[in-house]
């Protein structure tokens, strides 16, 4: 059975930093793109980032480049999702999803197969 989990959301003043990870099991890693949604209250489901299964592409949503990093490695199952400078606007769940390379684009859509259950990240002072 497929699965991802996230970690390491949590609670950050405004300027800081904080790190992602999302780890998955029950399938081939390097097999599947991986991408990075957020969520606000009251909002829609909007791509951050994603980054192609072999991790020679990548790609982020216009307003958040220069300030997020994605990464993986496949060794450990894990792709790293690297926030800095962040702002009160990035407060949101943050998910993972898998898929294959294609959904993997420009455009970031959430229409990804399989997805873990979100971690809370709050920029707050």
């Known amino acids: 059975q497929l699965q991802l989990v996230e970690s390491g959301g949590g609670l950050v003043q405004p300027g800081g930093s904080l790190g992602l990870s999302c780890t998955a099991s029950g399938f081939i890693s390097n097999y599947y793109a991986i991408g990075w949604f957020r969520q606000a209250p009251g909002k829609g489901r909007e791509g951050v980032s994603c980054i192609s299964a072999s991790g020679t592409y990548a790609t982020y949503a216009d307003s958040l480049k220069g300030r997020f990093t994605i990464s993986r490695d496949n060794a450990k199952n894990t792709v790293y999702l690297q926030m800095n400078s962040l702002k009160p606007e990035d407060t949101a769940v943050y998910y993972c999803?898998?898929?294959?390379?294609?959904?993997?684009?420009?455009?970031?859509?959430?229409?990804?197969?399989?997805w873990g259950q979100g971690t809370q990240v709050t920029v707050s002072s």
């Open positions: 999803a898998a898929d294959l390379d294609h959904l993997c684009s420009e455009s970031i859509v959430p229409e990804w197969a399989y």
